[in-house]
């Protein structure tokens, strides 16, 4: 025994689904990632507004330094003893350092360990006496610490005939080590947001999505003994409202159509069964004892006329099947009106001479139509008409255009009429107002059912007005000018 890889399961699925395939991890993922992206901009902006800002506070500090030491020199460039005395006193700020140098790179003054902190040559180059130094430069000094350092031309004296450079670094670790703790805080806040956010989407899909699983269960429930049942579009989410009313449509055209295929399985059934009866009864009673030549031949002949019923009734379904085929092409042409109701008309003047009918025709215009298949409806109409109105009775025919560009053509009969409770149905098939209608063996109840299909063919309408004892008028509706 060999095992086939390629079969499929049940139900023509190809395997299992993926979990990464379904909508509620996708709108998880999406809000997840929504959320991440919101999260990471502001914790960066806050970042960088934190950092810019310390960087802030200590460039200003190191101005304000700056701009003490160069009135220090201003005011005592001869006093080297109280110069001295004012960059210690500054540099008994912690962290801070600072120093003078002339302009042959000779120290002047400086702080203590200012040496051992940073060289000249990691300073920026330096600004003008008149400018506030405004480019700083982060470094790490010898001992490993960050530090910020600028450096800018100081006057020395009033006269301003020497200038001096100013180098004033700050020690900026704490507050390097400050940031860099915040950034990791602001990283983890995004991790835990990334889980809060995914947890929320996994409830905010569920909750968006359990609509739709409401639909699904619904719909699950329907089977083909239970197409009554519906969705109904009443308390849906606006977006599944739609949904839900096109399942039902499509529910309500399902449940049409098996009812009418229901109806239509259990009249064929009948109506076939009758001439088959009829044949077998035929052959039985005719097989029952020894027959002369002469009632042979009548039992033949009956048959034959029961076997001409069956084939128009197969003739007329398969001509029903090939009308409801969309891609069905018609050999259309166009019409004189008139002529083709005369024409219809002295065909079936036979059968209303042996019934006692009259049948009268009028008509006007041109018609764009397939021939046969408009005869073929005129002559059912006629025939139908006929059957239906006793003997003293008219049927009349009439064709006119209408004023919106349509043909109008219209049999009227003298009949019994039809009661209003039977016209929704009259066109159906096999259908039969009541039982004095099937009594003509000749009929199945197909040929209004025919005419329609002839008229959906040429995109037109059959309409019927009917009322006992007023007769009935059957109108068929062409496009005049139809492609």
């Known amino acids: 025994m060999s095992l086939k890889t390629d079969e499929r399961p049940p139900g023509g699925s ?41 960087d802030h506070l200590a460039g200003q500090f190191l101005q304000d330094e700056v701009h003490d030491i160069r009135a220090a020199l201003r005011e005592l460039p001869n006093n080297p003893r109280a110069m001295d005395a004012e960059i210690s006193m500054e540099g008994m700020y912690p962290n801070y350092y600072a120093r003078v140098i002339d302009q042959q790179r000779r120290e002047i003054e400086a702080t203590s360990h200012m040496r051992e902190v940073v060289e000249s040559s990691q300073f920026p180059p330096p600004v003008k006496a008149t400018k506030s130094p405004r480019q700083f430069t ?51 806040v995004i991790l835990l947001g990334l889980g809060l956010s995914a947890a929320a989407g996994v409830v905010v899909a569920g909750m968006g999505m359990r609509p739709l699983s409401e639909i699904t269960s619904a719909a699950q429930r329907i089977r083909p003994t239970q197409l009554h049942e519906r969705i109904g579009s009443t308390h849906w989410p606006q ?54 030549t002469e009632e042979y031949q009548q039992v033949l002949a009956s048959s034959l006329e029961e076997c001409g019923r069956l084939s128009h009734l197969i003739d007329s379904l398969l001509f029903l099947a090939r009308a409801e085929n969309a891609e069905t092409e018609l050999k259309r042409s166009t019409l004189d009106v008139q002529r083709e109701i005369e024409a219809v008309r002295e065909f079936y003047d036979v059968v209303a001479e042996e019934q006692g009918v009259e049948v009268a025709g009028t008509g006007e215009g041109q018609l764009n139509a397939d021939p046969l298949l408009f005869r073929q409806a005129l002559g059912n109409l006629l025939s139908n008409a006929l059957q239906y109105t006793p003997r003293g009775g008219k049927v009349m025919i009439s064709a006119a255009p209408s ?17 209003p409770e039977h016209l929704p149905r009259i066109f159906d098939r096999f259908y039969r107002a009541d039982r ?21 063919l040429h995109g037109g309408t059959v309409g019927i007005t009917s009322a006992p004892g007023a007769g009935t008028t059957i109108t068929l509706r062409f496009p005049s000018n139809a492609p």
């Open 14 to 54: 190809r395997g299992p689904r993926r979990w990464w395939s379904s909508i509620t991890f996708r709108l998880t993922l999406l809000y997840m990632l929504s959320a991440a992206g919101i999260l990471t901009v502001c914790c960066v902006l806050v970042y960088w507004m934190l950092a810019r800002n310390v």
């Open 138 to 188: 982060k470094t790490r000094g010898r001992d490993g610490r960050w530090y910020l350092l600028t450096s800018a031309w100081g006057q020395v004296g009033y006269t301003g005939d020497t200038q001096g450079v100013i180098e004033v670094a700050l020690d900026v670790s704490k507050e390097e080590r400050l940031v860099q703790s915040f950034g990791w805080r602001l990283a983890g």
């Open 239 to 292: 977006e599944l409202t739609a949904l839900a009313g096109a399942f039902d449509g499509m529910l309500d055209r399902l449940e049409d159509s098996f009812a009418r295929l229901s109806q239509f399985s259990s009249d064929l059934a009948h109506e076939l069964r009758t001439p088959i009866n009829n044949l077998m009864g035929e052959a039985e009673v005719s097989l029952s004892k020894p027959r002369t």
């Open 403 to 419: 004023s919106d560009g349509w043909m109008d053509i219209s049999v009227t009969d003298t009949g019994a009429g039809i009661g």
């Open 436 to 456: 004095s209608r099937s009594q003509h063996p000749q009929g199945f109840g197909l040929g209004l059912a025919i005419v329609k299909s002839i008229l959906a």
